[in-house]
């Protein structure tokens, strides 16, 4: 599904987001990115849903080839790619409602229709109680929640969380780290940057330690566990 | 289909209800801004239109000299009426013109009498036929005329209408000079309201990108709003000028007699409906275009 061949990406003569990174990630698999901050892992995700282009190497996502991907082509990539944040990123004068809806607007979804998946996906993170709340009403984890809704209203093939639980306590990120686990089950690719290594170890299949831009274990095929 | 320009209409509706009062001041400074080249415009237009009418009514008058027999009188009114562009040729006697005199300004006509002898000439006034009223008499139709026996002074209106139509080149200059100036003015101004737009909802944007949002999907709602905001403009520019033309049409209605005997009665005229739309249609179109620059220059997609 996602495939990184001797990923560079250079920002400076000397200064490098990723370097000579070959990772592969299989469809249905939750990987994980672990490292510290500043290892590579941002730049990772970014590369998947075109935010970014490899100084050099090559990125495949889903057969397509990042760096060749024409301008116009990125949104159809970006639909069947669902990103969550560490800060939500959930625009405040809108409702749940509202902010989820965001996703299938693009898409000029019928209103019954659109309403429908909302709602739909609102249960499916235990959100359809505060569907007309502001964010601001609202707690971390349900703001990470919402967040997540909007990330999965297309039903996207893969799910991208930059470091979900990073503003998040203990208990809210376990609740998160399920959640991916369960949609997950239901046939997504996951792929989450985090540094939280005890929720990494509890939920990884697939562990991609970077450091400094590289890969730990440079193979490609990370860390398996059974 | 439905779905998308309801979409887009309901987003653009949004986005300018949520900056309400920020488009509100846009559309004023634009509104502002095109109401001084209205201004001007309406003003040459109803000039244009006087002057139109003065070369319509124009009458040509030739003056007599005092000594002339009634018979040499008669001889020129009748040469001049056998030019083919006048329609009629009345004679006005010098006894009559006085009569004249003294009926238009009364107070000044003793002044005459205190002279002794009648000082106003006889005339013989020419209406042209209307296929000739259009245009000031020509030089050589007033030549003609001149050359009669008899014939002292010829007044035929060319040099008011020449004077009136220079003064009607100068006004359509300066509407178009200071229309391109505030025209581009009130372009940059709905481009800063856009780009300020732009940099209001980075976060919205950043958002929609992220899920896939095409260029015209992003870009769709600010040009609408550039439009709107261009066309309302465009709409208070010409009330603004509405409503300086109805100040003007009472006070000159209103007017004394000193203003009467000097404009005549002036009936000022509103820009016919195909004009004012066409106005409102500029606003438009030059607020899509400045929205259209100013997005693509500064929403990187």
């Known amino acids: ?226 | 289909m439905k779905d998308a320009v309801h979409g887009l209409f309901g987003r653009t509706w949004r986005n300018l209800r949520a900056e309400l009062w920020s488009n509100i001041g846009t559309v004023f400074a634009v509104g502002l801004a095109a109401s001084i080249p209205l201004v001007f415009a309406l003003a040459a237009w109803n000039l244009g239109r006087l002057v139109d009418k003065f070369v319509g009514q124009l009458e040509v008058v030739a003056y007599i000299s005092v000594d002339a027999s009634e018979a040499q009188i008669a001889a020129a009114a009748a040469d001049i009426r056998r030019l083919p562009a006048v329609e009629t040729v009345t004679v006005v006697t010098s006894e009559q013109a006085l009569q004249r005199f003294a009926e238009e300004l009364p107070d000044a006509v003793g002044v005459a009498r205190e002279l002794g002898e009648n000082p106003l000439p006889p005339s013989l006034e020419i209406v042209l036929k209307p296929a000739y009223r259009d245009l000031p008499p020509t030089a050589e139709f007033t030549a003609q005329i001149q050359a009669l026996t008899g014939v002292v002074e010829v007044d035929d209106g060319r040099q008011w209408i020449g004077r009136l139509n220079r003064l009607l080149r100068y006004l359509w200059m300066i509407t178009t000079l200071m229309g391109l100036f505030l025209t581009s003015a009130a372009g940059l101004l709905v481009g800063h309201a856009i780009r300020l737009a732009i940099y209001r909802r980075r976060e919205e944007i950043g958002i929609y990108r992220l899920v896939g949002a095409t260029n015209r999907f992003i870009r769709g709602p600010l040009l609408l709003e550039g439009a709107a905001q261009g066309l309302a403009g465009a709409v208070v520019g010409l009330a603004i000028c509405w409503a300086l033309y109805r100040y003007a049409a009472y006070r000159l209605h209103s007017g004394d007699s000193l203003q009467s005997w000097l404009l005549g009665s002036p009936h000022l005229h509103w820009f016919p409906w195909t004009i004012a739309l066409a106005a409102a249609a500029a606003g438009a179109l030059l607020g899509l275009t400045a929205s259209f620059l100013s997005t693509r220059r500064f929403l990187r997609i």
């Open chain 1, 1 to 226: 599904m996602i495939r990184f061949h001797r990923v560079t990406k250079r920002y400076g003569p000397h200064t490098y987001g990723l370097h000579e990174v070959t990772a592969h990630v299989e469809k249905g698999e939750m990987a994980f990115l672990s490292g510290p901050s500043g290892a590579g892992k941002t730049t990772f995700l970014r590369m998947i849903y075109a935010a970014e282009t490899p100084t050099e190497g090559q990125v495949l996502v889903a057969g397509r080839n990042i760096a060749k991907l024409r301008e116009s082509s990125i949104p159809y990539l970006r639909r069947n790619i669902g990103v969550v944040f560490q800060d939500f990123r959930l625009l405040p004068d809108r409702t749940v409602f509202e902010n989820v809806a965001m996703a299938l607007e693009p898409l000029h979804t019928a209103r019954d229709k659109l309403r429908q998946k909302i709602m739909a996906v609102l249960g499916q993170v235990g959100m359809t109680g505060k569907i007309d709340e502001k964010p601001s009403a609202l707690s971390g984890g349900e703001q990470q929640r919402v967040a997540l809704a909007r990330a999965l209203v297309n039903e996207p093939a893969i799910l991208l969380a930059d470091e979900p639980t990073g503003n998040l306590d203990a208990g809210m990120s376990q609740q998160i780290f399920a959640l991916l686990r369960e949609i997950n089950l239901r046939g997504a690719t996951v792929v989450i940057a985090s540094h939280n290594d005890e929720l990494v170890e509890k939920y990884a299949q697939h562990i991609f330690r970077l450091e400094r831009g590289r890969l730990v274990n440079p193979r490609g095929d990370g860390e398996r566990r059974p």
